[in-house]
């Protein structure tokens, strides 16, 4: 599944709860989520990085 800012345009509380329902369907269903994001903090929070940055990609 492809989330585009899943988090952008909420508030604090409503995002973290998007985060953990993303985070519970994807180990009940194994299922594999790419988040797009500018947010640090979400991003921090997933199990790997994909950074572009001036047209280079790196992982983390």
Known sequence: ???DEPTGNL???TGD???ELLRQLNKEYT???IVVT???DLA???D???RLVDGKI???
């Open 1 to 3: 599944m492809l989330g």
């Open 11 to 13: 508030d604090t509380k």
């Open 48 to 50: 790997k990085i994909i």
């Open 38 to 40: 500018h947010s640090e």
């Open 17 to 19: 709860m998007i985060y």
């Open 31 to 33: 299922q594999t989520f």
């Open 44 to 46: 921090s929070k997933a």
């Open 58 to 60: 790196t992982v983390q």
